[in-house]
T-cell receptor, first 112, second 111 residues
Framework: AQSVTQLGSHVSVSEGALVLLRCNYS??????LFWYVQYPNQGLQLLLK??????LVKGINGFEAEFKKSETSFHLTKPSAHMSDAAEYFC??????????FGTGTSLTVIP | DADVTQTPRNRITKTGKRIMLECSQT?????MYWYRQDPGLGLQLIYY???????NKGEISDGYSVSRQAQAKFSLSLESAIPNQTALYFC??????????FGPGTRLTVL
């Protein structure tokens, strides 16, 4: 069985500060892992994905995530938050070829 | 043009009415999905289809039905809408390997 846990449903950071959004997963086989972003009144857009290549994955808009098998984690980071980063972020896990399982989401607020 | 389109984008209906949400894609993917999004619950899978002749129930299929009319079209129906089906509905496509592509969503309100 697969599942995703996102710690913190709401995260607030100051503009220019580090962004850290946490994601832990469970999977019986090596998973594929994803971060999606949802801006207000829009669909989900892929930020980045891990598919068993490099463990440090770089995505769009300066975001990156590191796959840590020993910790079953795939935390999302960005060194310096920008106002435009305010959005809902979803972590997802998939076993290759199978359906996705999404976390409950983390709403990021950026304080000017 | 968008790769995954959903119609309507917004819909208000009354309890007991039948409603259909439509999804079309131009990505050529075999796999299509319907999700429901509620605040604090993330995305929950309603139905998914791996090809035209393959339909599968997801986590929360009760009260919903689907039709895969063609590779590019996947419709979601609420036979008799109820207020707790008020939510944001997303269609997605996938190539079965490593990504899903989402439509813009349909905001459904059941009064």
């Amino acid at each position: 069985a697969q599942s995703v846990t996102q710690l913190g449903s709401h995260v607030s950071v100051s503009e220019g500060a580090l962004v850290l959004l946490r994601c832990n997963y469970s999977s019986s086989v090596p998973p594929y892992l994803f971060w999606y972003v949802q801006y207000p009144n829009q669909g989900l857009q892929l930020l980045l994905k891990y598919t068993s290549a490099a463990t440090l994955v770089k995505g769009i808009n300066g975001f990156e995530a590191e796959f840590k098998k020993s910790e079953t984690s795939f935390h999302l980071t960005k060194p310096s938050a920008h106002m435009s980063d305010a959005a809902e972020y979803f972590c997802a896990v998939s076993e290759p070829g199978n359906q996705f399982y999404f976390g409950t989401g983390t709403s990021l607020t950026v304080i000017p | 043009d968008a790769d995954v389109t959903q119609t309507p984008r917004n819909r208000i209906t009354k309890t007991g009415k039948r409603i259909m949400l439509e999804c079309s894609q131009t990505k050529g993917h075999d796999r299509m999905y319907w999700y429901r999004q509620d605040p604090g619950l993330g995305l929950q899978l309603i139905y998914y289809s791996f090809d035209v002749k393959d339909i599968n129930k997801g986590e929360i299929s009760d009260g919903y039905s689907v039709s895969r009319q063609a590779q590019a079209k996947f419709s979601l129906s609420l036979e008799s809408a109820i207020p707790n089906q008020t939510a944001l509905y997303f269609c997605a496509t996938g190539n079965g390997v490593n990504e899903q592509f989402f439509g813009p969503g349909t905001r459904l309100t059941v009064l």
